[in-house]
């Protein structure tokens, strides 16, 4: 089993920015992949972007691209959302979620998931 512990969250101002850490244990920092996903109030949540360690390469959803980038620290067993030029509808509570699972970047083939940090853009 993979434990995933987000942190970083918090109520920024349109414009700003923040950066969300992910720490896994229970594993070896080398699962096929490694995402974030975000959930406002009464939508689905959603991918925002993801990071593969088997093949090196990284995803984002089109609402996110150009804004944010995911990365990550082998030693540290941490992966990285930087928030950039944060916009209002980019408030939600962001997950950090694992998966050993192929497919395209639903929820549904992540099978470990965070506590979710919240982000709060203000206009």
């Known amino acids: 089993q993979v434990q995933l512990v987000e942190s970083g969250g918090g109520l920024v101002q349109t414009g700003g920015s923040l950066r969300l850490s992910c720490a896994a244990s229970?594993?070896?920092?080398?699962?096929?992949?490694m995402g974030w996903f975000r959930q406002a109030p009464g939508k689905e949540r959603e991918f925002v972007a993801s990071?593969?360690?088997?093949?090196?390469?990284?995803y984002y959803a089109d609402s996110v691209k150009g804004r944010f980038t995911i990365s990550r620290d082998n030693a540290k067993n941490t992966v990285y959302l930087q928030m950039n030029s944060l916009k209002p509808e980019d408030t939600a509570v962001y997950y950090c979620?694992?998966?050993?699972?192929?497919?395209?970047?639903?929820?549904?083939?992540?099978?470990?998931w965070g506590q979710g940090t919240q982000v709060t853009v203000s206009s």
């Open positions: 979620a694992y998966s050993r699972r192929g497919g395209s970047n639903v929820p549904s083939n992540f099978a470990s």
């Open positions: 229970g594993r070896t920092f080398s699962s096929y992949r």
């Open positions: 990071i593969t360690w088997t093949i090196y390469s990284t």
